[in-house]
């Protein structure tokens, strides 16, 4: 399906072009991703939200419109889209399907991180030439192949939150290393061709550090690698977020999407690495603002044509969403605007600030637009009572939960590094 030449009814994009000074690159990658969103995401996202089943589909339509290699370089086959852009695009498909937005972001965070991201940290020569050479591996599995990536980092203790060692544990082998430990949560679970697995380098009598943190690309089908567990959540339920368990696995040296101690090196001084999570939530947050003032205006389909807009309660209830979906929209596009490495003190607590108002604001919207738009609202024949769900567990991800958010910004706006009151 050629979606340039589709004719839609297309929705506004979320970012006015002019309005917010992007270029045409952007507009017309964040265009193709509001199209793709509307004709290939909508339509199938209340199927595998009710299943609980991970949306294949979307993925294997996403490779021929170059989706799965969005932030590839262009010299290297990809769409080329820097982080702000990424943001942008993604917030487009988290208007249609939050589930698979958030796992296409497990999947794009493994090109981001291993490619603009990494160009901008500190490595020896040698290093950056391996690394080069293994990126194109793993870049070519996904142009060639529509190979998809899953990011699973979380562990069920403190490591996903990022103060202490991960608990899987990579010892180093002959021509690579050994693998073993346990992730939960993992999106894209049984569907990935690759688990993006964070764990910690661990010699023999060696003790466990953050610092020696590996990113692996280990293949699904490695010998040792099982997927356990049911997935029944409240929402994002086409995630399919199972437990992935790692017994004895092997993979050679060229599995590390960073060269050794780069991925330490990233989350201090690439932090807006962790905002990547926020893009989709934006998007639910439209969503849900769109479709109360369609509803309101009698324009949602399947709905009878019934007006409710005249009511003063409803034009103040709508009122206080769009100055709410306004804050979130101005602080967000601020954050993933500056995103760089070593940004200052005042862009990374901005970073925290926009991922607690998007995260926490999303569902704030949602629970306003059941309770304005009415009963009739929350069917599940309609996308609302999705959206309400799928928006309450941004603020439960790891490493920047809502929680922690708070609790960086005021220890970090009261505290210079190394400052205690002793
Ligand atoms: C739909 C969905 C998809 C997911 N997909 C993935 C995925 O693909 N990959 C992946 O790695 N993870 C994924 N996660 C996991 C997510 O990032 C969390 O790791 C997961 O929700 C763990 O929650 P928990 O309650 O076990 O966290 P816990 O570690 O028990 O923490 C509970 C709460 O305590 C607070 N807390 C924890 N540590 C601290 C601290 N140091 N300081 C202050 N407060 C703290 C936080 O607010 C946290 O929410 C997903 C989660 C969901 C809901």
């Not at 952007?26 to 996202?45: C, H, N, S, Y």
């Not at 296409?104 to 940290?121: E, F, I, Q, Y």
């Not at 953050?210 to 409240?234: E, H």
């Not at 309609?382 to 960086?408: Q, V």
Request: aromatic residues 10%.
């Amino acid at each position: 399906m050629n979606l340039a030449t589709t004719d839609l009814d297309q929705d506004a994009p979320i970012f006015a072009p002019d309005a917010f000074r992007l270029n045409d690159f952007q507009v017309e990658l964040i265009d193709k991703a509001r199209r793709f969103g509307k004709a290939k995401l909508a339509p199938r996202a209340a199927q595998h939200d009710r299943d609980a089943t991970f949306p294949i589909e979307n993925f294997r339509d996403m490779h021929p419109e170059g989706l799965l290699a969005i932030c590839i370089p262009k010299e290297d086959g990809g769409l080329g889209a820097d982080f702000q852009t990424y943001c942008l695009a993604a917030a487009e498909l988290g208007r249609y399907d939050g589930a698979t937005a958030l796992s296409w972001n497990m999947h794009v965070c493994s090109t981001l991180w291993s490619g603009p991201l990494a160009d901008d940290l500190e490595m020896s020569a040698e290093d950056r030439k391996a690394h080069a050479r293994r990126r194109s591996q793993h870049y070519d599995r996904i142009l060639k192949r529509g190979a998809i990536y899953a990011q699973p980092f979380s562990e069920g203790g403190a490591a996903a939150a990022g103060t202490v060692a991960f608990g899987t544990e990579a010892r180093p082998v002959e021509g690579g290393f050994i693998v073993n430990g346990k992730k939960i949560f993992a999106s894209l679970s049984g569907a990935a061709d690759y688990y993006g697995v964070l764990c910690t380098e661990r010699a023999e009598g060696e003790a466990a550090s953050r610092r020696n943190t590996l990113y692996l690309g280990i293949p699904a089908d490695a010998k040792g690698v099982s997927v356990v567990g049911d997935w029944d959540p409240l929402g994002m339920r086409g995630t399919v977020s199972r437990t992935l368990l790692f017994k004895d696995v092997f993979v050679p040296e060229d599995a590390m999407l960073m060269p050794r101690g780069v991925y330490f090196q990233a989350a201090t001084r690439w932090p807006h690495m962790f905002l990547t999570l926020s893009p989709t939530y934006m998007g639910l947050a439209q969503a849900a603002y769109d479709f109360t003032v369609a509803y309101l205006r009698g324009e949602v389909p399947g709905t009878p044509p019934v007006k409710r807009r005249m009511y003063p309660t409803k034009q103040i209830a709508v009122a206080e969403m769009r100055v709410t979906l306004e804050q979130t929209k101005a602080i967000w596009f601020q954050a993933i605007s500056e995103a760089r490495a070593n940004p200052t003190k005042d862009q990374v607590l901005r970073a925290y600030a926009a991922q607690y108002t998007v995260m926490e604001n999303a569902n704030a919207i949602a629970v306003k637009a059941i309770r304005t738009c009415g009963g009739q609202a929350m069917l599940k024949s309609l996308p609302l009572e999705r959206i309400y769900r799928d928006s309450r567990c941004g603020s439960l991800m790891l490493p920047w939960t809502a929680e922690i958010c708070l609790d960086r910004i005021g220890r970090e706006a009261l505290y210079e590094p190394g400052e205690t009151d002793e």
